[in-house]
């Protein structure tokens, strides 16, 4: 069976870095893999705009080197929403974190432009309790990123809270608000509450590669959907979420007990991945 993976992380300076993961997933059946940077700390840096540069050539060489391992990759860089609450920590403003957003994003269309980057992730809203000025300041975050991918035909992985109708409702009143096409807006990491409510609509939405998760989404029949890994490649936090390699371990037993069928499987991993990520197929 191949498999893609729909997001993940690499991180070749503490972690097993993408030649080890891609020769890997490769061995395990993959063709497939969507890439996204990590916030310049888990790469050691600090928070300054020169940081993020490093941060985005970071994910930009460990594409190519998934892409050496034979995988056809897509890579995204942004400004997650956690960075915001460690900028207001260190004591910057939401002036100047607004600013050093619009910058990280004038580099990340820089690199679009030359072919390096496919879209913007990961920008969203914090999933934990976290003061509501940063909340709103992570929204408005979010909301200049789906203008910057409207504007530049760019795809975008949302970080959100999983609030189900809610958190589905409202990105589809913001992506209406700021024009950008649906079918380029991903809802990463979802449980089945979003899920069921993102089927209904022209939004994208990336399963976690969770044997539960998979179980119930696969008996709802939900046909849209993405699987991911959201691999952050921390030796620290080993298999968080999952392994790229778990997808197919988990997925074949969930075609052995019948839950799912094989032709169905194939879909979500070859046509719907070629659709989202607009790829060749394998």
């Given amino acids: 069976m191949l498999y893609s993976d729909a997001h993940l ?16 997933m490769v061995e395990t059946g993959a063709w ?23 941060t985005i050539e970071i994910v930009i060489r460990e594409a190519e080197r998934l892409r050496e391992t034979g995988l056809k990759v897509r890579v995204l860089a942004g400004f997650h929403p956690a ?14 974190v607004i600013d050093l957003a619009e910058k990280v994003f004038e ?24 003061a509501p000025d940063r909340l709103v300041l992570s929204e408005l975050i979010m909301m200049r990123a789906f203008e910057i991918a409207r504007d530049h035909d760019m795809i975008v992985h949302l970080h959100l809270e999983q609030g189900g109708y809610t958190t589905v409702k409202s990105i589809e009143r913001l992506t209406g608000f700021t024009g950008i096409k649906r079918d380029n807006v991903f809802l990463h990491h979802v449980t089945y509450n979003e899920a069921v409510h993102a089927e209904k609509t022209s939004i994208k939405y990336t399963v976690p590669a969770k044997y539960r998760t998979l179980k119930k989404v696969f008996s709802s029949n939900l046909s849209r ?13 080993p298999g968080v979420s999952s392994y790229p390699w778990d997808i197919p371990k988990r997925v074949n037993k969930l075609i052995e007990e019948g839950i799912v069928s094989k032709d169905f499987v194939e879909k979500i991993f070859i046509d719907n991945t070629v659709k989202a990520y607009r790829v060749e197929p394998p």
């Fill in 9 to 24: 992380h690499s991180n070749p300076i503490t972690g097993l870095g993408a030649e080890r993961i891609g020769k890997k």
């Fill in 32 to 54: 497939f893999a969507c890439l996204v940077s990590l916030p310049p700390y888990h790469y050691g840096y600090g928070l300054t705009l020169e940081d993020y540069r490093k």
């Fill in 83 to 96: 960075e915001v609450d460690e900028h207001i920590r260190q004591g910057h403003t939401p002036e100047e």
């Fill in 107 to 130: 580099i990340i269309v820089e690199k679009h432009r030359e072919g390096l980057i496919d879209g913007i992730g990961e920008v969203g809203r914090q999933h934990y309790s976290t």
């Fill in 225 to 237: 959907l993405l699987i991911e890994s959201d691999f952050i490649d921390d030796p620290k936090r």
